[in-house]
């Protein structure tokens, strides 16, 4: 039932969108001051709708050009790991949910290959090796393995200590886990989630 009461009143924006207010309808009888029946009185409803529709749409948009909203994207970082120094991609992934179960460091994740010459050589042969057999990590190269539940299943991804920097910021104390998917999976080379996206003023 549409009904217009004392206390009701429409949206400003709504109002100044859809135009002059329109005559109070009442389905439970005539439309007031008109005689007609509901189904005639709503005989312009659906265009106004659209009208109406499109209105608040043009002025949303209107206001996210004035206001902003916030965007997401790739950024460049540089991924400090084994002394050595990376520069990548990052993408901030909400959805990023990646743990270290030992010792609850953080945990961003790199694609391998795009990375693999600017790693150290004992690292990227390990590396190598753990992609194509599964080798066992060498003593001294502080992997440890993080657990992973990905489409095809769950795995074990390879990992290092590490720091991400953005500009003057450092975040020390992380893990990055290495995968090596079949085909690319976007422009990005390492994905953090949001604690460490904060950390680092994304």
Known sequence: MLRRGRGAQ??????????????????GGAARGTGQQPERAFAGAPG????CCAGVYGLLRGLLAVFGRPQRG???AVLQIAGATVPVQAYHDTGFTLQDP????RVVLVQYPPVRSRLPAPLRTYLDSWFAAGAAPPPGLRV??????AVTGHCLLPAV??????GQRRVPGLLAAFCAPDAPTGAWT??????????VGV
């Open 74 to 76: 790739c950024f460049a």
């Open 190 to 199: 390492l994905l953090l989630g949001d604690d460490v996206a904060e950390e």
């Open 10 to 27: 429409l949206c400003p924006a709504v109002r100044m969108v859809c135009g002059a207010e329109r005559p109070a309808v009442r389905c």
């Open 144 to 149: 440890q393995f993080v657990p992973c539940a």
């Open 48 to 51: 106004h709708l659209l009208l």
């Open 102 to 105: 030992l010792a609850g460091r």
């Open 161 to 166: 200590p590490a720091a991400l920097c953005r």
